[in-house]
């Protein structure tokens, strides 16, 4: 099985800070790897899928980079909406999540 | 629209089985399948498996295997995970999302979660 590893877990910020999330996989994903937004009670909202794809309709402030075992998701100024759990997922093999990164307002 | 409507909260004693529904609307049922996930209270996205509607093949997360059983009905454009052998550890939220028929991969179709509680 492919584990996956966000790091931090938790991260406070303001509005309008630039923001980055890191995603390690335990072997080579190559680009199959998937970036959600989780909010209380909501199912996972696709933000970023083959690493780097940003998904239909998701405010252009959000990228994803990387490739192989290294992946982060940057946020270049946080809004008020952001304010979530974020979730990075591999589907080279199966599928596998992160634990999590909860964006908190500072 | 693409939607996933799932069954309703279920409270089940340890030991039972549940059955959580998921109907599908808006597109061709045969040509994508079923991811089942799952997420424990403040915890975070597990994966269960995954069924195609088109061939019916199916493949469960080692940690479900022998105690999940994922189906389709394409009568009814329904899928259905079913969850044997229930203790409090089962107690979570349970989301279907929808996947290729041929292969897992990102989606953003999704059921709006059936909460699953078990307790005596």
């Given at each position: 099985?492919?584990?996956?590893?966000?790091?931090?877990?938790t991260?406070?910020a303001?509005?309008?800070?630039?923001v980055?999330?890191?995603c390690?996989?335990?072997?080579?994903?190559?680009?199959?790897l998937?970036?959600?937004?989780?909010?209380?009670?909501k199912?996972?909202?696709l933000?970023?899928?083959?690493?780097?794809?940003?998904?239909?309709g998701?405010?252009?402030?959000?990228?994803?980079?990387?490739?192989g075992?290294?992946?982060?998701?940057?946020?270049?100024?946080?809004?008020?909406?952001?304010?979530?759990?974020?979730?990075?997922?591999?589907?080279?093999?199966?599928?596998?999540?992160?634990?999590?990164?909860?964006?908190?307002?500072k | 629209?693409?939607?996933?409507?799932?069954?309703?909260?279920?409270?089940?004693?340890?030991?039972?089985?549940?059955?959580?529904s998921?109907k599908?609307?808006?597109?061709?049922?045969?040509?994508?399948?079923f991811?089942?996930?799952?997420?424990?209270?403040?915890?975070?996205?597990?994966?269960m498996?995954?069924?195609?509607a088109?061939?019916?093949?199916?493949?469960y997360?080692?940690?479900?295997?022998g105690?999940v059983?994922m189906?389709?009905?394409t009568?009814?454009?329904?899928?259905?995970?079913?969850?044997?052998?229930?203790?409090?550890?089962?107690?979570?939220?349970?989301?279907?999302?929808?996947s290729?028929?041929?292969?897992?991969?990102?989606?953003?179709?999704?059921?709006?979660?059936?909460?699953?509680?078990?307790?005596?």
């Amino acid at each position: 099985d492919i584990r996956v590893t966000q790091s931090p877990s938790t991260l406070s910020a303001f509005v309008g800070d630039r923001v980055t999330i890191t995603c390690r996989a335990s072997q080579s994903v190559t680009t199959w790897l998937a970036w959600y937004q989780q909010k209380p009670g909501k199912a996972p909202k696709l933000l970023i899928y083959k690493a780097s794809n940003l998904e239909s309709g998701v405010p252009s402030r959000f990228s994803g980079s990387g490739s192989g075992t290294e992946f982060t998701l940057t946020i270049s100024s946080l809004q008020p909406d952001d304010f979530a759990t974020y979730y990075c997922q591999q589907y080279h093999s199966y599928w596998s999540f992160g634990q999590g990164t909860k964006v908190e307002i500072k | 629209q693409v939607q996933l409507v799932q069954s309703g909260a279920e409270v089940k004693q340890p030991g039972a089985s549940v059955k959580v529904s998921c109907k599908a609307s808006g597109y061709t049922f045969s040509n994508f399948g079923f991811i089942w996930v799952r997420q424990a209270p403040g915890q975070g996205l597990e994966w269960m498996g995954w069924i195609s509607a088109y061939n019916g093949y199916s493949s469960y997360a080692q940690k479900f295997q022998g105690r999940v059983t994922m189906t389709t009905d394409t009568s009814t454009t329904t899928g259905y995970m079913e969850l044997r052998s229930l203790t409090s550890d089962d107690t979570a939220i349970y989301f279907c999302a929808r996947s290729e028929a041929y292969q897992l991969l990102a989606t953003d179709v999704w059921g709006q979660g059936t909460t699953v509680t078990v307790s005596s």
